[in-house]
């Protein structure tokens, strides 16, 4: 199989970029994005390791998780997790990240790309709680670009069509595939149990 490894090599495959594709590229906050981000309950950020392997995270709560500070800068609350702490870990030796805002039900993404710091400020993590417990962390991300992303990948896939979706049973459960991952000694629906015990007490 054949690679290709030049920028001019891959842009022989394509077709330019419209005009439309390039100029819809923006510096900074509008209120149409805005307007997104206030809705928007779902984000996918990316950041890259020191070894220079990507690593992608999901970030999700209610709908305007991530908060406007101004035009040029956005807040993400870090809540608890598994404490591998991948994506923070990346951000301090390298702040380049990059954000995909999603809606549901809604095919189009807003897309951020900028730097990113970590603040444990008090009031700043306080501004950012929920359910009366602050943030653990907050990520501070500072705009180079953004812009809106068009339809076709969610059409292609019909993501948010329930008659697409497979049977949950169709997969096992995560207790499951833990137990064959990682070869834990306990059963699969105790690690199941402990899971969504983690779930209610633990979100925030």
């Excluded at 330019?16 to 819809?24: C, M, N, Y």
């Excluded at 076709?152 to 008659?163: H, V």
């Amino acid at each position: 199989m054949d690679y290709i490894e030049s920028i001019e090599d891959l842009r022989k495959v394509y077709r330019p970029a419209s005009e439309g594709a390039l100029r819809k590229q923006l510096t900074a906050l509008e209120p149409h994005s805005k307007r997104f981000m206030a809705l928007s309950p779902f984000a996918l950020i990316g950041t890259q390791g020191p070894d220079g392997l990507g690593d992608v995270t999901p970030r999700g709560d209610g709908p305007g998780f991530a908060q406007v500070l101004d035009d040029r800068t956005i807040a993400l609350p870090d809540r608890p997790g598994n404490n591998r702490l991948d994506t923070l870990e990346n951000i301090v030796q390298n702040p380049a990240v990059g954000l995909i805002f999603m809606i549901p039900g809604m095919n189009e993404t807003l897309r951020i790309n900028g730097t990113a710091r970590i603040t444990a400020d008090p009031d700043m993590c306080e501004r950012l709680g929920m359910n009366g417990r602050p943030a653990l962390s907050v990520l501070i991300v500072r705009i180079e670009e953004l812009y809106m992303h068009c339809s076709k990948a969610f059409i292609r896939s019909g993501l948010w069509k329930p008659e697409t979706w497979p049977e949950r049973s169709e997969m096992p459960t995560l207790g499951q595939i833990l137990r064959d991952q990682t070869a834990i000694a306990d059963a699969a629906e105790q690690i199941d149990e402990r899971l969504e015990d983690n779930y209610r007490k633990d979100l925030w």
